[in-house]
């Protein structure tokens, strides 16, 4: 089944953000459109948004005018749910209750025709619960988009138990037609991103209810170690408290209370307090005239040091190696397990255990353990903590290596994981429990991550870069160290590093 060709008349209902955003991106493609809302006059007003804004496009370049007034031209504001009929494609962006979705489909089912095709744009609700009740529930499915709809490429095809596999396949290629890049997914709690981005909240909120950082602290190193474009902290205070944390409750509760998407009580406490964010002008942080924004803490260190030494293999930490080298100073090579050597200090990746016990498991004294970042070579910080006997002389010196290659160093608690690495090792547990459930493929659920939420690099691609026997050995720490579900391994992992497969397999 082919996409739709472009005399298909779409429908949108629903003249808020999305639903304007889905209608322009749909009439940029090159299909009328029409545009309904129940309230009076809130489609026309969503129509004359829409142009002002391609006025801005030809204002910068970016559309001709001709093409301006084309599209202007297929874009069509109706003011009664009557004038729908006609629609081949209708998708819905109104209100995310179920039984109002509900109705709506079944007045959609009664007034248009048999082949038309029903869609929801929503984020949360079952594709298989909207259709439930319909004459012709294989022509409802979910077609989610991210907002602002024009700028954002990711479009979700969300299949219910009852929709017709051709259909997923036809709305699939219209969504590459309109230039988005479309993922397929089952109908299951949180679809693809919704699902699989809960950890990024979740262990950054755990982390500062542990005392390991503070939000300025925990932000930076997710963004200037792990290369993600905002920290968890700054990003829910963006999307709205009351949004984020409703979101993670209703995962939490369609899972029946699986841990691994518990919500965090210092979200709620916000929640609570009605501190939301920047609409409520107060989240974690404050956005008030005058407030000055914290900045993150950072280690000094009067050590001198101009040499060290790199035992065994370092694996994904070797553009550090790199780094040190073009900073000038000396490095020389030997046998051993993975460690650098700067005077009294031992340095090594956190391998998910707590610096204390590995310092005695392993039998190294003046232990200092860095986190993961995303390319070492072009970090500007990273995070350290270290064991209970490092003497602050060694701490000093490991600090003072890594600023000569230009790091910001910042400490954190001993805490499991560090901050980077235990949120991408559950990014990537989440990833490869969804692929072992058959929400999506692996390679779908990397691009959902990348395009969706701007992820730096898909969850399962990073633990294909970490390695999947480093991955599932940092998250059997992390279990071990808290004992707790939240943390245990996925199957699929598990799977994956017996097989000596590859997670893209």
Not at 28 to 54: C, S, T
Not at 224 to 253: K, P, Q, W
Not at 452 to 474: I, K
């Amino acid at each position: 089944m082919s996409a739709l060709g472009n005399n298909a008349l779409v429908a949108v209902i629903g003249a808020g953000a999305m639903g304007a955003g889905i209608a322009q991106v749909a009439a940029q493609a090159g299909h009328p459109v029409k545009l309904y809302d129940n309230r009076p006059g809130a489609a026309a007003e969503a129509v004359a948004g829409i142009d002002r804004q391609l006025g801005r496009l030809v204002e910068k370049g970016k559309l001709q005018p001709a093409a301006r007034e084309s599209i202007r031209a297929r874009l069509q504001p109706v003011e009664a749910i009557e004038a729908l009929a006609d629609a081949r494609l209708v998708i819905e962006a109104i209100v995310e209750n179920l039984e109002v979705k509900q109705g709506l489909f079944l007045q959609l089912e009664a007034l248009c025709a048999d082949n038309c095709i029903l869609a929801s744009n929503t984020s949360s609700l079952s594709i298989t619960s909207l259709a439930a009740g319909l004459k012709r529930p294989q022509q409802v499915i979910g077609m989610h988009f991210f907002n602002p709809a024009p700028l954002m490429a990711l479009v979700e095809i969300v299949s219910g138990l009852a929709t017709d596999p051709a259909l997923a396949v036809s709305l699939y290629e219209t969504a590459k037609a309109w230039g988005k890049l479309p993922v397929h997914t089952r109908s299951t709690p949180g679809f693809i991103v919704n699902r699989v981005a809960r950890p990024f909240y979740a262990e950054s909120l755990r982390l500062l209810q542990e005392g390991a950082a503070d939000c300025a602290t925990l932000d930076a190193l997710l963004r200037e170690a792990g290369g993600f474009r905002m920290g968890a902290f700054e990003l829910t205070d963006l999307i709205g408290h009351d949004v984020n944390y409703a979101v993670t409750c209703s995962v939490f509760n369609a899972f029946y209370g699986d841990f691994r998407f518990q919500p965090s009580l210092v979200q709620k406490e916000l929640v609570d307090a009605g501190r939301l964010g920047r609409k409520s002008g107060q989240g974690f942080y404050c956005y008030g005239e005058g407030a000055e924004s914290p900045q993150p803490t950072q280690l000094q260190s009067h050590e001198s040091v101009d040499s060290c030494v790199i035992e065994g293999d370092l694996g994904i930490v070797q553009g550090l190696a790199e780094r040190l080298r073009g900073a000038g100073i000396a490095v020389s090579e030997r046998a051993g397990r993975g460690l650098i050597q700067v005077g009294d200090a031992v340095i090594a990746l956190s391998d998910g255990r707590l610096a204390s016990q590995r310092a005695r498991e392993d039998g190294l004294r003046n232990l200092v353990l860095i986190d993961l970042a995303l390319d070492y070579r072009t970090a500007s910080r990273i995070a350290i903590t270290w064991s209970a006997d490092t003497t602050p002389v060694a701490r000093d010196q490991a600090v003072a290596l890594l600023q000569r290659a230009g790091l910001a160093v910042s400490a954190v608690a001993d805490l499991p994981g560090l901050v980077v690495l235990r949120t991408v090792a559950m990014l990537a547990n989440e990833a490869a429990d969804a692929v072992l459930h058959g929400v999506g493929s692996a390679a779908d659920i990397d691009l959902a991550m990348c395009a969706g939420v701007n992820y730096p690099r898909g969850p399962l691609a990073w633990a294909q870069q970490l390695g999947a026997g480093y991955t599932l050995r940092v998250l059997e720490h992390l279990e071990r160290s808290y004992g707790e579900s939240r943390y245990r391994p996925s199957l699929w992992l598990r799977r994956k590093n017996a097989q000596g497969a590859t997670l893209d397999e």
